[in-house]
């Protein structure tokens, strides 16, 4: 079992920065990769950035160049800068145990925090 926590969520002006944490704690040896989404209101829950245990990054073309996601072996950061309104949501740390875990599929992640909210004011 691995237990994710996040943190560092808030209310930002658009064009502002914010950095969320993930702590992880548990059985971390049996996963592969640590991810963010996000989920608006009224929206599906979509895939942020991932990075694997080699530390190879992955970001979804709506974030790529604006947010940055590293790792150390218990826990993961994604700094987002030039926040947009639209980047509005509650943000979920999760982790894999599967091989096969993709950014676009979020049920090859098995392991889930609970969300911290971020909000983006124009």
């Known amino acids: 079992q691995v237990r994710m926590m996040e943190s560092g969520g808030g209310s930002v002006q658009a064009g502002g920065s914010l950095t969320l944490t993930c702590a992880a704690s548990g059985s971390i040896e049996s996963t592969y990769a640590m991810a963010w989404f996000r989920q608006a209101p009224g929206k599906e829950r979509e895939g942020v950035a991932t990075?694997?245990?080699?530390?190879n990054t992955k970001y979804a073309v709506s974030v790529k160049g604006r947010f940055t996601i590293s790792r150390g072996s218990v826990k993961n950061t994604l700094r987002m800068d030039n926040l947009k309104p639209e980047d509005t949501a509650m943000y979920y740390c999760?982790?894999?145990?599967?091989?096969?875990?993709?950014?676009?599929?979020?049920?090859?992640?098995?392991?889930w925090g609970q969300g911290t909210q971020v909000t983006v004011s124009s």
């Open positions: 999760a982790s894999s145990s599967y091989m096969g875990w993709s950014l676009t599929h979020d049920a090859t992640w098995n392991y």
């Open positions: 990075i694997d245990n080699g530390g």
